[in-house]
């Protein structure tokens, strides 16, 4: 039977609303009677002892002022609970909340600011990767995942590269900053709504700082204005701030971060700085490599320890490596926890062999594509992991076929050089990168998921799972599932908002699983729900489905149905560093060309086309829009994003102004997006996660300028930073042209 719905291009559930400005976000929710305003005081230092906290009696309009001490408990986290909401004796990053403000107007707000006397001793502060090396400030203990003798390998390999590799942090830039309501209720009892993906993980971190039961308090989402990870764990801030304040005052509450101060406050996707040693044939096949990857964790574990893992496990990208040893190091320094971001340590693992790809061609002169596919997996040959996952349904080495025929990689290349050869103002570079992600939470537990249907008296639907809406169309996918699955007309369901109300101990709609997770749970009760309407349906073969419902009713048949999820087949041991931590594998090429100005190091991307294998996809269309914005999210994090901070650590790209992301001019001048017709056997319809892994396409765009330098670096293998703004660019030229090493 073919579905009516999955599989086809159904608008977006939000599209109208989006457009119109119906769409309601937390700061849209209308005022509510008595409503406070909440913010906070932070701290102003990367380091500092708190001396005293001096808060005045009285100002106009300041409601109250809370410190640790109003406080149940002050410890959350999503893996440790190191951090403290408030500080109290010590604070360790710029942006830090010390004193949470409740007042009825802003300029009360401001006041209460100015009123407010804290009196600090600065300390030293760690900044950079570097600096928390040489201290050994570090969160965690150091991982491995070894697989063959990586030091016997590199001693007998005829061509060994070493070097360091370092790829730069990245703001999630939402357009909706971090936001939350609340509202209190009878006895302690409190209703929040948050801008988050991990309604049940603000639910705990309120439930368990005021001293509430969890089920005292309900988190509702109806969606965010963006997301990326950044609402993964750090939603919970705001809201608990919001929630303190409720319960005490008896009033509704609302935060919501202006642009500037959510980028100043919260974490970002970490920067890496990954040492490597890699030996290779002359034919270019690796041997062996040996990483140490070691990421800026920021002041306090939150996800840290995760995206590290998944650096790790991607630390081998496509490519098949017999002899590895991968090491993860997380570095505690000084700057906001650095937290959950698009990719979520893949990006940062997958462009560290991306390179080490680049600068095996360099130096064997010859081109990248050739290594790429000697090196890459093979689909029953040469197929493990370095922990240890067979990669399954491999489309890999079918990707990179493809690809090269439809965007004409050769020509293309002759014409590269030949443009190279005859241009002494401008150079041009191209390359084709590979991902492949693996689709599961590397925490095991993570990977469930629950989901209510209701049908009505009328045959109207409702669908609640805790998958929440960012803008990616996890509700529109959910609900062409149900549809289908009930054989009902799409316009008779609705999603509901999320609410831990009505599905209970969800995950972060987090790992690009949302639809999988949450929709397989939605189909799960959708089953049963059928099954039982089909049995009444035997009784009134003419029965269309208003009546079937109403018959059903009228025989006290259960008209609601939980459904349940688990992943199956995971599993994964950090001790050995080894087993299977992913159901399946979204994978995907890109080949983008660049032009770069000689005499400015301006970047422009001339083309990129992106071939992937994404599975039967659940809605194109949603899909194509994932493809497409999270390559551009990519280009941004590789070529214009630029995290830059004073010695004291303040953030001065704090602003549109100053961080670039990117825009309309950026874009490729020819940009394609695409994929193969090829079905994944082991997810829901036949489908793959699509939220992350484009965002990785975009490595391709970085590897071309790599290339680009390899014409003027006379036979060097040419060194790049990312991401590699204009201004890197430009140094690496002007370093080859000093040293007379080209002449301009
Ligand atoms: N969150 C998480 C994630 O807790 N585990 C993961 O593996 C993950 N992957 C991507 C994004 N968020
Ligand atoms: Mo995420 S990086 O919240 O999937």
């Known amino acids: 039977m073919s579905a009516k719905y999955v599989g086809h291009d159904v608008p977006h559930d939000s599209a109208r609303g989006h457009v119109s400005g119906e769409s309601i976000y937390i700061d849209d929710i209308p005022p509510m009677h008595r409503e406070l305003i909440v913010d906070f005081v932070w701290s102003p230092y990367a380091h500092a002892k708190i001396k005293s906290i001096a808060l005045p009696e009285h100002v106009d309009g300041v409601v109250a002022l809370y410190t640790h001490r109003d406080l149940v408990h002050n410890e959350l986290g999503p893996i440790i609970a190191d951090e403290p909401l408030l500080a109290s004796d010590v604070c360790t990053f710029i942006g830090q909340p010390i004193v949470v403000i409740a007042a009825e107007t802003r300029e009360a707000i401001n006041a209460a600011k100015r009123a407010i006397r804290i009196e600090y001793e600065e300390l030293t502060p760690i900044l950079t990767i570097e600096d928390a090396i040489a201290a050994r400030s570090f969160i965690g203990e150091t991982r491995f995942i070894r697989r063959g003798d990586a030091d016997a390998a590199l001693a007998s390999a005829e061509h060994v590269l070493e070097g360091v590799f370092d790829n730069g942090g990245q703001d999630h830039f939402y357009l909706e900053s971090q936001a939350a309501l609340v509202v209190p209720g009878e006895h302690g009892a409190l209703t929040v709504h948050s801008s988050t993906q991990h309604p049940t993980e603000v639910q705990e971190v309120i439930a368990h700082l005021l001293g509430l039961d969890m089920s005292q308090v309900v988190v509702n989402t109806k969606r965010m204005g963006g997301a990326f990870g950044g609402k993964e764990a750090q939603a919970t801030h705001p809201a608990t701030m919001a929630a303190l304040v409720a319960l005490r005052t008896k009033r509704p509450a609302r935060i919501v971060y202006d642009k500037d101060s959510d980028m100043h406050v919260t974490g970002k996707r970490h920067p890496f700085r990954n040492r490597y040693k890699v030996g290779f044939t002359s034919a270019g096949e690796i041997v062996a490599m040996k990483v140490e990857f070691y990421s800026d964790g920021g002041a306090y574990a939150d996800l840290s320890p995760a995206v590290m893992a998944r650096a790790m496990t991607h630390a081998e990208n496509a490519y098949f490596i017999p002899n590895a040893e991968i090491l993860g190091t997380v570095c505690r320094t000084n700057l906001p926890p650095n937290t959950a971001f698009r990719g979520f340590g893949g990006p940062q693992g997958v462009a560290t062999m991306e390179n080490i790809i680049e600068e095996i061609a360099a130096t064997l002169n010859r081109d990248a594509l050739e290594i790429r596919r000697i090196n890459c997996y093979g689909i029953d040959t040469r197929n493990t992991t370095p922990y240890l996952e067979v990669v399954e349904n491999n489309t890999l080495p079918r990707l990179f076929t493809e690809l090269e025929q439809r965007c004409d990689y050769r020509a293309r290349m002759d014409a590269v050089h030949a443009f190279n050869d005859s241009s002494r103002t401008q150079i041009k570079g191209l390359s084709m990168s590979a991902v492949k992600f693996g689709i599961s939470f590397n925490t095991k537990f993570l990977n469930q998921a629950n989901a209510l249907v209701n049908i009505y008296l009328d045959g109207s639907v409702q669908v609640s799972t805790g998958a929440t809406e ?275």
Not at 475 to 500: C, F, G, H, W, Y
Not at 547 to 558: C, S, T
Not at 601 to 617: A, F
Request: charged share 25%; net charge neutral; glycine share 8%.
């Open 470 to 744: 960012m803008g990616q169309g996890v509700n529109t996918k959910i609900r062409q599932i149900v549809a289908d699955e009930l054989r009902v007309p799409l316009a008779r369901v609705q999603v509901m908002q999320t609410s831990t109300e009505k599905n209970n101990n969800t995950s972060a709609t987090a790992a690009s699983s949302g639809a999988d997770l949450n929709g397989f749970a939605a189909r799960d009760a959708c089953m049963r729900l059928r099954q039982r309407l089909d049995d009444v349906q035997t009784r009134y073969p003419d029965f269309d489905w208003p009546k079937l419902v109403k018959a059903a009713y009228m025989e006290r048949v259960p008209l609601g149905e939980r459904g349940f999820y688990a992943t199956p087949r995971i599993d994964w041991d950090w001790t050995s560093g080894q087993g299977h931590p992913f159901l399946y594998f979204t994978m995907g090429t890109a080949c983008s060309e660049v032009l770069i100005d000689r005499f400015t190091g301006e970047l422009k991307v001339l083309r990129s086309d992106v071939l992937m294998d994404i599975g039967k996809p659940l809605n194109p269309g949603i899909d194509r829009g994932q493809l497409v914005g999270g390559f551009i999210q990519g280009l941004g994090w590789v070529t214009t994003e630029d995290l830059r901070y004073t010695d004291k650590g303040v953030l001065l790209s704090h602003s549109p102004t100053t961080y670039k992301i990117p825009n309309v001019n950026d874009l490729p001048e020819h940009f394609s997006v695409d994929w193969i017709d090829v079905e994944n056997p082991v997810n829901i319809k036949g489908s793959k996660a699509v939220g992350e892994p484009p965002l990785l396409m975009a490595i391709s765009v970085w590897c071309a300028v790599k290339h680009a330098l390899r014409f003027v670096s006379n036979g060097e293998v040419p060194k790049l930073r990312l991401p590699a703004t204009n201004e890197e660019i430009l140094m690496r030229l002007t370093e080859y042209t000093k040293r007379g090493v080209v002449a301009v």
